[in-house]
C-alpha cells in the first residue's frame, strides 16, 4: 500500500499538479478562494480554464483513488486482523489444553511423590525421633520408596545399631562391668572411634579406681609386715565363722598363738631380724593349716588361727600341735639362726561364746595358763579356766562395788623403832568386808587382781582418802596424834598423771599434815619409769610427804637407781628378815644393803618380825625399824593400842652393841 501511494505521489502529473496547486492555493490566499460553486463551475471550463478542470479531475481522481485504496487498505487489514484472531483463538485453546495437561501431571507426580518419598521420610522421621528418644526398638527399614530414603533409612538404622550398641557399653561402664563383652566390640565410625577411646579411658580410669580401692581395702585389713590379716579382719573373720558355726552345728576352735622369745629376738639381733621372724612365723602357719582356716596377725608377737570346722577337741590339739612344730623349727633372719618357738592356747567356741572377743579371750587365757607351765606349751581353755574366768568377772564387778559402797576397812600395823621400842609409825593396810564372807578378805584376795586393771587406782584412792580422814580424826585426840601413817600405792597409780594430785588432794581437804604420810612404793613399780617416777616423788617430798620403798631386795633395784630417787625410807622384805636370821651369808648381804642405805641418806624398816631372835638380828645388822607380828598384828583404828602399850622389848641394847 505504501509502495502504491509513493508510486502514485511520485507521478510527474501529479508532481505538476501538486507544484501547481500550491500556486494556485498561494494565489488565492492572497485573492481569496473561488467557493465550491466555483469550483464545479470549472469543470465546464476548457482553455485558460482547462488546466484547473484538468487539474481538479486529476484531483478528483487522485482522491477516488485515494479513497478506493483506503478502502483495499483496510479489507486487507481487516483481513488480517480476521485471520490474526483466528490464529489467536486457536493458540489461546491450546495453552488451555496444555494447562490442564500440565496440572494433571502435577496432581498425578504429587500423588506419587507421596506414596514413594512422603511415606518413607515420615517413616525415618519416625525414626529419628525413636532415635531421639532412644527407644531403637522402632528403627526400622521403610519397604517402599526413593532409593535416597533407603539409603538415608539404612544409614539410621546403621546409626541406632551403633546407639544402641553405645549405649549397651554405657550400662555396662555404669554398672563397673569392665568384663563385659560388648565393651570388645569396637564401634566404627568418627563417633564410634571417639566413644571407643572414651570407653577405654573410662574403663581404665574405673579399674583403677577399682584397684586403688582394693588396695586400700587391702591395706586396711592387712598386717603391712606379714600381709596376713590383721587384728580388725580376723576378728571379723571370726565373727563370722561364728555366727556360720553357729547355724550350721559345726565345731569352731581358736588358736591363739604367742611367741615364747620373740623379745630376745629384738633385742639382741634388732628389729630387723624381729621382722624376718615375723614374716616367717607367718609363712610358716599360713603353710600348715588346712584349707579354709583363717591364720592372722593380732598384733606383736601374736597370731591367731580360726579352724573352721573342727571335729572336737582333739583336732584342735592336733593343729596346734603341728604348728608348734613348725614354729620350734629354727628360723633363718639373715645369717643367724633364731629359735623362737611358740605357747599355742586353744578355746573351742560352744554355745556360750555370743561373740569373737569372748571366744579370743579364752583362748588368751588358756595360752596364758600355757605360758605359765613352760615355753612350747599347748593350754585348752576348758571348763575349770572358764570359771576362773566367770569368778574373775564377778570378783571385777565385786570390787567396783566394794569402792561405791565403801566396804573397805582400814588396819593399821605399828613399826616401832629399834633402838627405844617405841612406836614410830603405823602402816595401812586394806581389808575388804566383802557382802556374804565371815571374815575381813586379806588384800591377797583382791590387791593382785585388782592391780592388772585401773581399779587398783579406785581402791588406793579409797584408802588414801579413809587414812586422810582417820588422821584428822587421830589430831583432834590425845593417844595417837603426831604418829605418821605409811600408804601403800600401787605401780599402775603412780604411772598415772594425776598422781601427785590424789595424794596430796586427800590431805588437804581433811586439813591433815603431810608431813603425817609416809607413801610406800614396791621396787617394780618405781623401775617402770624412773624419770618421771622421780619428778612426781620429789613433789610430794617438797609438799612434806616422805617416800618408802616397799619389799626392798626383791626388785633388783640397783643402789645406783635409788640415787636418782628422793628415798626416806627402805623397806628390808619379810624374806629377808627370816633367812638373815639364821643364814650367814643371807645376813651379809642384808647387812650390805643397809649400810649401802644409810649410805643414801635413808633409814632401814625390817619387815617381818615375828620373833624376838628375829628381832634382834636385824637390829643388829642395823635396821632402824622393826614391823612385825612380834609386835602386833593390823588392827583396825579403835582396837588399836596407845603407842605406848604396843612395845615389847626395846632392842636398844642391841642397837648399841652392833654401832
Ligand atoms: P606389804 O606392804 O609388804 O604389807 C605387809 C604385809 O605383811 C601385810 O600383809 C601384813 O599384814 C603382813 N605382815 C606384817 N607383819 C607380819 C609378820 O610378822 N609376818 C607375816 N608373815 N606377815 C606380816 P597384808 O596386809 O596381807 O598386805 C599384803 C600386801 O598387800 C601388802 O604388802 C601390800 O603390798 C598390799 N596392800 C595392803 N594394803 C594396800 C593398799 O591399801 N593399797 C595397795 N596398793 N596395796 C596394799
Ligand atoms: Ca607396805
Ligand atoms: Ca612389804
Redesign the pocket.
Known sequence: LGAEISTILADPALVVLGSATDELIAESLSSGLPDRGVAVEFGSFVGDGDGLVTIYRAATESSVATLELLDASSRIVLEAAAELRAAADRDAELSYLLAVALLLATLAAVVLASRFVVRPLRHLQRSVDALQTGELEEITLPVTGPIEAKAAALALQDAAEHFSHVTRQARALAAGDLDAEVLDHEVTGGLGGALQTAVGRLRSALAQQEEFRQRLAHEASHDGLTQIPNRNASMAQLQRSLARTQRSGSHLAVLFIDLDRFKDVNDHHGHQAGDSVLREVAHRLLSNVREGDHVGRLGGDEFMVVAEPVDGLDDAVELAERLMDALAVPIDASGIELIVGASIGIALADDTHLSGDELLRDADLAVYRAKQVGRNEIGICDEELRNQLAERADLSTAIRRAVDFDEFV??Y?PIVSSADGRVQEV?????WMRPGSDRPQ???AF?DFA?RSAM?ID??RW?IDAVAAQLAQWQQGDIHRGIPVA????GR?LAHERFVDHVLEPLRRHGVDPGLVIV?L?ESALLDDLSSAGTKLRRLRDAGVRISI??FGTGFTSLSHLRALPVDIL?I??SFTATAAVDPHEASIVKLIIETGHLLGASITA????TEHELQRLTMLGSDSL????FD??RPPESLAAPDTWTREPASTFATTTN
Open positions: 582400814v588396819h600395823q602402816e595401812a593396810l586394806v581389808r586379806p588384800p591377797s590387791i592391780e587398783i581402791i588406793d584408802v600408804i601403800n600405792v600401787s597409780h610406800e614396791t616397799d619389799d623397806k622384805d619379810r619387815e617381818g618380825i615375828e614391823q612385825g607380828y612380834y598384828m593390823p
